[in-house]
């Protein structure tokens, strides 16, 4: 079925409560080796023993 095009329906406004990824991901790299740290409970970087900027 095909609608003209005045009886379409409005195309909305996009919601900007939409959720997904944080936009920043660099308080969870680590700062010396660049290790994506997916343990957000440990206190050191498990590839270089660094300490982690919480």
Known sequence: ?????DEAQPVG???HDVGG???C????VCP????FLT?????TCPRCGSARDR
Not at 32 to 35: F, M, V
Not at 39 to 43: E, F, I, L, R, T
């Open 25 to 28: 991901w660099l308080d969870r």
């Open 1 to 5: 079925m095909t609608t003209r095009r």
């Open 39 to 43: 343990d957000h409970a440990a206190s």
């Open 13 to 15: 406004e996009p919601d």
């Open 21 to 23: 990824d944080p936009v």
């Open 32 to 35: 010396d080796c660049g290790l």
